[in-house]
């Protein structure tokens, strides 16, 4: 299994950025998708993890203002941040829990940078 993200950047605080992840592979069925993220000199943490069966979580520090949502068609898991801050900044990595055994992958960091 593979995954592919995209988006990221450098965005002002107070602005919107869409992350995507796309998985491709042997795919049996995905039991979640989702984001964590790292800033430098900090823990990583969960940024948003949508299910199959349940509704998705969030970090606290991103409650209100991200959305997370799923294409199950396409495989593919989005990250919508609005109201951006500072804070923010960090690699955001995607990842995948796939089929019975949960195996669990990832992929590539992205940037994202927000400015003030």
């Known amino acids: 299994v593979q995954l592919q993200a995209s988006g990221g950047g450098l965005v002002q605080a107070g602005g919107s950025m869409r992350l995507s992840c796309a998985a491709s592979g042997n795919i049996s069925i995905i039991n979640a998708m989702g984001w964590y993220r790292q800033a430098p000199g900090k823990k990583r943490e969960l940024v948003a993890v949508?299910?199959?069966?349940?509704?998705?979580n969030y970090g606290d520090s991103v409650k209100g203002r991200f959305t997370i949502s799923r294409d199950n068609t396409k495989n593919t898991v989005y990250l919508q941040m609005n109201s951006l801050k500072p804070e923010d900044t960090a690699v955001y990595t995607c990842?995948?829990?796939?089929?019975?055994?949960?195996?669990?992958?990832w992929g590539q960091g992205t940037l994202v940078t927000v400015s003030s």
């Open positions: 949508i299910f199959s069966s349940r509704r998705p």
């Open positions: 990842h995948a829990d796939v089929g019975e055994l949960s195996d669990l992958y």
